[in-house]
Structure formats: structure tokens, C-alpha cells
């Protein structure tokens, strides 16, 4: 499998994963763009892109399909009514709460690990592809400040440009997986050398 065919197919199986648990709980709202999860780490899970990861995304998709606030102190506390709603998908967690981020470490319950597993073993096997895929892409790819630095990189964001100078920004991760096509000319962005990353 090439590097340049597994972003969509990771994507694809990211959004499959995310129907199967939609036929669990419908209310659930689809997931408008899965390549937007691929390569950026969540320090609110505490974990890399998974299954689990992907549940504890859908307790705040559910969150907001009931207009629950489920979280605050800019959305790195997970409160007792996120955790209401992990308890409802699947997840367990500690008894009390972390300090900063609350109820946020959940994990699959044995029950969820049993109904998921088929789920799970198909993401796991894409992930591992996609990883493969993409290890050695490290020495020619911009990855922005974020990942020399060891963090998430989630808010950093650098300036693309297009031929006709219009200009957006993006995480440069997300612009890796697949072309952002401009409206006006066509033409792919592109991340000039030299710009620098902005936190947004």
C-alpha cells in the first residue's frame, strides 16, 4: 500500500468505525471530516488515534447533538455529564477525577471491548498501515514546531497559498493527508518554505 493511498483509507475506515457505533446510539451526528483525526494526538485522551479515542470523540458529538456542555476550562475538563454519556457508549474510568482534565482518561469496558471488537481489529489493522506507511516520510515532511517539540500540535497552524495568492491556514498534517483545492484557480495550497507556525 503506497503512502500516497492510505490517508483515504485510513479516513474510510475511521468513518466506518464512527458508523458502526452510530448504529448503537443514532442520535449521534456523522463525522464531517475523519481526516482531521489521522496523525494529531489528543493530550485530552491521553492516547494516539484508536477506537477508544474515536468513543471518547463521539461522547462529545453526542454531547452536542443533546446540548450538553460536557466540558470547560476551554474544553480540557471533562465533567460529570461527559462522563455520564462515556458510562452510556461503553467507556469506564477512574474513580476520581484528574486535577486538569477531569474525567477525560476513559477506556473501553469489557462489554464495549466484546461489541467492538471486529470494529476495533479493522481500525487497528489501518492504523498499523497507516503508520507504515508514513514512517519514513519523517526527513522530507513539515510537521510544524509542534512535533519537534513533542506536542500535540492540534492548534498549530501555518499559512498555504495557492498560485493566486489567496492564502488559508491549516494544520500541516491535515494538508499531508490529501490536496486542499482552491475555490478561486484550482490549484492546490501549498505551504511555502520558510513560513513560520501560528497557534489558531
Same mark, same amino acid.
Given at each position: 500500500?503506497?503512502?500516497? +493511498? ?9 468513518? +466506518?468505525?464512527?458508523?458502526? &457505533? ?5 442520535? %449521534?451526528?456523522?463525522? !464531517?471530516?475523519? =481526516?482531521?483525526?489521522? /496523525? ?5 485522551? /491521553?492516547? =494516539?488515534?484508536?477506537?477508544?479515542? %474515536? ?11 443533546? /446540548? ?6 476551554? #474544553? ?8 455520564? &454519556? ?5 467507556? $469506564? ?8 482534565? /477531569? ?9 464495549? @471491548? ?9 481500525? +487497528? ?10 514512517? #519514513? ?16 500540535? #492540534?492548534?498549530?497552524?501555518? @499559512?498555504?497559498?495557492? $498560485? ?12 499531508? +493527508? ?5 475555490? #478561486?484557480?484550482? @490549484?492546490?495550497?501549498? &505551504?511555502?518554505?520558510?513560513?513560520? !507556525?501560528?497557534?489558531?
Amino acid at each position: 500500500m503506497s503512502t500516497t +493511498q492510505t490517508p483515504p483509507v485510513l479516513a474510510a475506515e475511521l468513518a +466506518q468505525a464512527w458508523a458502526d &457505533i452510530q448504529r448503537y446510539h443514532p442520535e %449521534l451526528p456523522d463525522l !464531517a471530516a475523519p =481526516e482531521s483525526l489521522i /496523525g494529531e494526538s489528543s493530550s485530552a485522551c /491521553g492516547h =494516539e488515534l484508536s477506537f477508544e479515542r %474515536l468513543l471518547h470523540e463521539a461522547v462529545h458529538g453526542i454531547a452536542a447533538a443533546r /446540548g450538553v456542555r460536557d466540558t470547560s476550562r476551554a #474544553g480540557r475538563y471533562h465533567n460529570r455529564r461527559f462522563l455520564a &454519556i462515556a458510562e452510556e457508549l461503553g467507556l $469506564d474510568h477512574p474513580d476520581e477525577p484528574h486535577p486538569s482534565s /477531569g474525567f477525560s482518561l476513559v477506556s473501553l469496558t469489557p462489554e464495549a @471491548k466484546r461489541r467492538y471488537r471486529p470494529t476495533t481489529e479493522r481500525l +487497528q489493522r489501518a492504523l498499523k498501515a497507516h503508520s507504515a506507511a508514513t514512517a #519514513g516520510d519523517t526527513a522530507r515532511s513539515f510537521r510544524g514546531p509542534a512535533a519537534r517539540h513533542g506536542s500535540s500540535g #492540534g492548534g498549530v497552524r501555518v @499559512k498555504a497559498v495557492c $498560485d493566486c495568492g489567496r492564502n488559508v491556514r491549516v494544520v500541516p498534517s491535515v494538508l499531508a +493527508q490529501a490536496p486542499i483545492v482552491c475555490g #478561486g484557480c484550482g @490549484k492546490p495550497f501549498r &505551504i511555502p518554505e520558510g513560513v513560520a !507556525a501560528v497557534a489558531g
